[in-house]
Nanobody, 125 residues
């Protein structure tokens, strides 16, 4: 099992940047595909980004491509989401998630077995 704790959320003006962190517990962090999801008020949770075990493969939602970057540090057991050029529509609770899937990468919410508590990101216009 793995436990996940997000941090780094906050209030930022449109056009600004934030970096989210997700610290994981457990000895097998490097065996998990990691992802970030978000849920805006009144909307369903949606995929944002994912990264493979060795950081070779990444996937992004079209809405964040070119603005967000996912990365991980297996030695420190941390996954990051660097967010640039933030827009008001990026406002949401951001969740870190982990999956033991044998696949190289995953983007479907149902595949991710472990979730953090979420961190709020608010982008003002």
């Amino acid at each position: 099992q793995v436990q996940l704790v997000e941090s780094g959320g906050g209030l930022v003006q449109a056009g600004g940047s934030l970096r989210l962190s997700c610290a994981a517990s457990g000895r097998t962090f490097s065996s998990y595909v990691m992802g970030w999801f978000r849920q805006a008020p009144g909307k369903e949770r949606e995929f944002v980004a994912a990264i493979s075990r060795g950081s070779i493969t990444t996937r992004y939602a079209d809405s964040v491509k070119g603005r967000f970057t996912i990365s991980r540090d297996n030695a420190e057991k941390v996954v990051y989401l660097q967010m640039h050029s933030l827009k008001p529509e990026d406002t949401a609770v951001y969740y870190c998630a982990a999956t033991p899937t044998p696949s190289t990468i995953a983007t479907m919410e149902s595949v991710f077995a472990y979730w953090g508590q979420g961190t709020q990101v608010t982008v003002s216009s």
